[in-house]
């Protein structure tokens, strides 16, 4: 059997990404270790398991199981607050990961690689640089190329198989010479692309990232406290003066109300930058749950109520009957029936439940021991359930029967 791709494209991608996470977790207790980054690869084994029950079995209950065995594994196995942490952290994203792919159509980016993915790891990438986090760094500038080719795989594979699922009917479709075309001109992309990662890191480019970074923080404070009159508070550094001559110099401290104004501004932004993160997660769960109320009565996880199929209506030139009036029953099925739920209604002794069977229900009424009971039900039973219909003198008995009882 051949394996789905796009299925392995989105493993990776899950597991690029709760990795890249892990680590970035790991980092805020110091600079990445070798152990830490080989304990975050450990990652790659419940993730595979998660992803093979998914697949293979589409059981939430094994997916809960074995979840929670392999986090509690991860769990007890690190050393460190951090590590547990990142651990913890992880485990709540892959399973609401696992939830938005169910109740979603998996066309999201959470769940197959995209190129806005690449954000999260620019992300964490300016997060070590500013931070100075070298091996993380390190390690997410391989990550970010491995996810950019995951995904220019995962879109040239959608986009091929979209090709091929409007053009399937055409006669003469050339589907293997696009395939080995494609497989040439992708072939020589991703090339080129990998050899873009190789010299990228020889160039000097974090460098470069560190100076326009420098650069905008200090346009920005300098911004606020030349209001003020003052100049920059940042103390330049000398390597970056000779390179960029159009860098200002040394600043003198700004005033006190400014340096008051810069503490509550930090705190205003840290209290905008949670209730943000607070705001998003809400917004994601409440989408989960509205897809999945959407969606419960296609995947199977509700008792679909399907309404019978009405025929089309017929027109006709006849003059049509004279319908019965409301209260008027039309067959004599339908007046037994009547009779048979009147006369229990009359004679019930406790309240009926929806789940009571025909037994249970005469039970109720007091019906059971009464003589003449069994034809009594079971004139009933042929109304009710009975390919005949039920003639006159059947209608004369139930009648007879209910005035009896």
Same mark, same amino acid.
């Given at each position: ?264 501004? @930090?705190?205003?932004?840290?209290? %905008? =930058?949670? /209730?943000? !993160?607070?705001?998003?997660?809400? *917004?994601?769960? +409440? ?32 003059? @049509?009957?004279?319908?019965?009036? %409301? =209260?008027? /029953?039309? !067959?004599?099925?339908?007046?037994? *029936?009547?009779? +048979? ?32 009971? @069994? ?7 042929? /109304? ?22």
């Amino acid at each position: 059997m051949k394996p789905d791709l796009l299925v392995i494209y989105r493993f990776f991608h899950t597991f690029l990404l709760i990795d890249s996470l892990a680590l970035m977790i790991l980092s805020f207790g110091g600079d990445i270790t070798p152990l830490q980054f080989t304990k975050s690869l450990l990652l790659f084994i419940p993730i595979l398991l998660l992803y093979w029950i998914v697949r293979r079995f589409k059981s939430l209950f094994l997916f809960a199981v074995s979840g929670a065995a392999s986090l509690a594994v991860l769990y007890f196995s690190a050393s460190t607050i951090w590590e547990r942490g990142a651990f913890t952290v992880c485990g709540v994203f892959l399973v609401l990961l696992y939830f938005f792919e169910r109740a979603g159509s998996g066309e999201s980016m959470l769940v197959r690689p995209s190129y806005a993915g690449l954000l999260v790891f620019a992300g964490i990438y300016i997060y070590a640089l500013a931070y100075h986090r070298s091996t993380l760094g390190r390690i997410i500038c391989i990550s970010t190329g491995v996810y950019w080719l995951l995904t220019i795989l995962s879109e040239n594979r959608r986009s091929l198989l979209k090709l091929y699922e409007q053009n399937e009917k055409l006669h003469r479709f050339p589907g293997n010479r696009i395939a080995e075309g494609n497989r040439i001109a992708l072939g020589g992309f991703c090339a080129l692309i990998t050899a873009g990662m190789v010299f990228l890191p020889m160039s000097g480019f974090d460098k470069i990232l560190k100076r326009l970074g420098h650069l905008f923080l200090n346009m920005i404070r300098k911004l606020l406290a030349g209001l003020g009159g003052a100049e920059e508070m940042i103390p330049d550094e000398p390597q970056m003066a000779e390179q960029m001559p159009f860098f200002p110099g040394e600043f003198r401290e700004a005033w006190p109300i400014w340096q008051t104004l810069f503490q509550i501004l @930090e705190k205003v932004f840290i209290f %905008l =930058f949670l /209730a943000a !993160s607070v705001y998003w997660v809400f *917004r994601i769960l +409440y989408g989960l749950y509205k897809k999945y109320h959407e969606t419960a009565f296609t995947d199977g996880d509700r008792v679909e109520f399907l309404s019978p199929v009405k025929g089309d209506k017929k027109e006709s030139l006849k003059r @049509e009957r004279r319908r019965s009036g %409301l =209260f008027s /029953a039309r !067959s004599l099925g339908e007046k037994i *029936r009547r009779c +048979y739920k009147k006369k229990i209604e009359s004679s019930m002794e406790q309240k009926i439940k929806e789940a009571f069977t025909p037994e249970q229900i005469e039970e109720a009424a007091g019906l059971t021991n009464a003589e003449g009971v @069994e034809e009594f039900h079971g004139i009933y039973e042929k /109304a009710r359930y009975g390919k005949e219909d039920c003639g006159q003198e059947e209608w004369g008995r139930m009648k007879e029967l209910g005035k009896r009882l």
